[in-house]
């Protein structure tokens, strides 16, 4: 894989972390290697060209993108055991003949002729506006930018209003991966304009604001909102619950959803043990410690960055797991821990979204 330390490369090696697979990293551009790259790429099943220069002046763009692809068919070329299938992230924005679309359009070229050389099958996927957790603002997508300004208290402006067609990133390395194929494409998108985007993550973001999960009956609205939460994360995961209590004993509400399905389960820890020790690709989880103390741990997929809190339930208050970094909960008391778990989708054990990784 080419571009694995970009936007969609991340997405895309986090999908392989799901799978349990992994893809070697091929830097190209000053830090190309051509005789690591080669013998990283020979024997391999899948070549994945990712990576890409959408940013620069005119020349800077045609001619990055045209080195980076010769680069790539460079590798292909001269491996003794070449991949079967090269597979080209590409744009949609080829159709449009400016100096980006031209640029990719003549990467396309160079690696679908490599790819003949060496008898492989190549795939030139054309894709739409992506988005997804942690992309990067003024650089990656409209989405991104508004996350970031929304998540910061910022107004957002629109420069242009048009339309787009939106592909989640976690679904866009599906496609690169051959888990979905290229033809399904279609049917994982979702159109919007920019103003009604903005107006679908402002929404999401008031009723966040107040703890409230927001509507998230659709993939892609539920897309949507991960994509916003995590520009959150370290900050806005803890949603604070008012505790009501008298001679009774106590009572607080733990979550409020305003459209789409979910579950709630419960569990006992002893004290010492440690819960979870995964993470998930796509669905909404909020833990809230009822009583007992813990420590909810959370790192990011494939990187060293982390955060924990620490619980009680005497000063209850919901946690929110990111998409795409692990987490778990660990009785750090002596007494047992109950915790309420909640998610958006009911669990289907054959497709549990649930992927093993340590914190």
Same mark, same amino acid.
């Given at each position: 894989?080419?571009?694995?330390?970009?936007?969609?490369?991340?997405?895309?090696?986090?999908?392989?972390?799901?799978?349990?697979?992994?893809?070697?990293?091929?830097?190209?551009?000053?830090?190309?290697?051509?005789?690591?790259?080669?013998?990283?790429?020979?024997?391999?099943?899948?070549?994945?060209? !990712? /990576?890409?220069?959408?940013?620069?002046?005119?020349? @800077?763009?045609? *001619?990055?993108?045209?080195?980076? #692809? $010769?680069? %790539? &068919?460079?590798?292909?070329?001269?491996?003794?055991?070449?991949?079967?299938?090269?597979?080209?992230?590409?744009?949609?924005?080829?159709?449009?003949?400016?100096?980006?679309?031209?640029?990719?359009?003549?990467?396309?070229?160079?690696?679908?002729?490599?790819?003949?050389?060496?008898?492989?099958?190549?795939?030139?996927?054309?894709?739409?506006?992506?988005?997804?957790?942690?992309?990067?603002?003024?650089?990656?997508?409209?989405?991104?930018?508004?996350?970031?300004? !929304? /998540?910061?208290?910022?107004?957002?402006?629109?420069? @242009?209003?048009? *339309?787009?067609?939106?592909?989640? #990133? $976690?679904? %866009? &390395?599906?496609?690169?991966?051959?888990?979905?194929?290229?033809?399904?494409?279609?049917?994982?998108?979702?159109?919007?304009?920019?103003?009604?985007?903005?107006?679908?993550?402002?929404?999401?973001?008031?009723?966040?604001?107040?703890?409230?999960?927001?509507?998230?009956?659709?993939?892609?609205?539920?897309?949507?909102?991960?994509?916003?939460?995590?520009?959150?994360?370290?900050?806005?995961?803890?949603?604070?619950?008012?505790?009501?209590?008298?001679?009774?004993?106590?009572?607080?509400?733990?979550?409020?959803?305003?459209?789409?399905?979910?579950?709630?389960?419960?569990?006992?820890?002893?004290?010492?043990?440690?819960?979870?020790?995964?993470?998930?690709?796509?669905?909404?989880?909020?833990?809230?410690?009822?009583?007992?103390?813990?420590?909810?741990?959370?790192?990011?997929?494939?990187?060293?960055?982390?955060?924990?809190?620490?619980?009680?339930?005497?000063?209850?208050?919901?946690?929110?797991?990111?998409?795409?970094?692990?987490?778990?909960?660990?009785?750090?008391?002596?007494?047992?821990?109950?915790?309420?778990?909640?998610?958006?989708?009911?669990?289907?054990?054959?497709?549990?979204?649930?992927?093993?990784?340590?914190?």
């Amino acid at each position: 894989m080419t571009g694995g330390d970009g936007f969609l490369g991340w997405h895309t090696r986090c999908a392989l972390l799901g799978s349990g697979a992994s893809a070697a990293h091929i830097p190209v551009g000053d830090d190309f290697d051509q005789g690591q790259a080669i013998g990283a790429v020979s024997g391999a099943s899948r070549f994945l060209h !990712l /990576a890409g220069v959408n940013r620069g002046t005119d020349a @800077e763009v045609i *001619e990055g993108n045209r080195r980076f #692809a $010769q680069q %790539a &068919a460079e590798i292909l070329r001269r491996c003794e055991e070449p991949p079967s299938v090269v597979v080209y992230a590409n744009s949609i924005q080829v159709d449009q003949r400016n100096t980006y679309g031209q640029a990719k359009a003549g990467a396309a070229d160079i690696l679908a002729d490599a790819a003949a050389r060496i008898g492989a099958e190549f795939l030139d996927i054309k894709f739409p506006n992506l988005f997804g957790e942690h992309g990067r603002p003024f650089y990656n997508s409209v989405t991104a930018t508004f996350c970031h300004l !929304l /998540a910061r208290g910022e107004p957002p402006e629109i420069k @242009e209003d048009r *339309e787009l067609t939106l592909l989640h #990133a $976690q679904d %866009a &390395a599906d496609i690169l991966l051959g888990t979905v194929p290229a033809t399904g494409m279609a049917a994982l998108t979702a159109p919007s304009s920019v103003s009604g985007l903005l107006g679908s993550l402002r929404g999401m973001a008031d009723t966040y604001a107040h703890g409230d999960i927001p509507d998230v009956v659709g993939p892609f609205q539920r897309n949507l909102f991960n994509t916003y939460r995590s520009f959150l994360t370290g900050t806005g995961n803890a949603v604070p619950l008012t505790r009501h209590a008298d001679a009774r004993g106590s009572f607080f509400e733990v979550i409020r959803t305003h459209g789409g399905t979910g579950q709630s389960s419960f569990s006992t820890t002893v004290p010492g043990i440690t819960r979870g020790e995964h993470f998930h690709r796509r669905k909404v989880e909020r833990f809230a410690v009822l009583a007992g103390r813990g420590r909810i741990s959370m790192r990011r997929c494939l990187s060293d960055e982390a955060f924990s809190f620490d619980v009680d339930g005497d000063a209850p208050v919901a946690i929110d797991m990111p998409t795409l970094w692990a987490h778990n909960i660990t009785n750090t008391g002596s007494d047992p821990l109950y915790t309420l778990f909640w998610t958006d989708d009911l669990f289907d054990p054959s497709l549990p979204d649930t992927i093993p990784e340590a914190v």
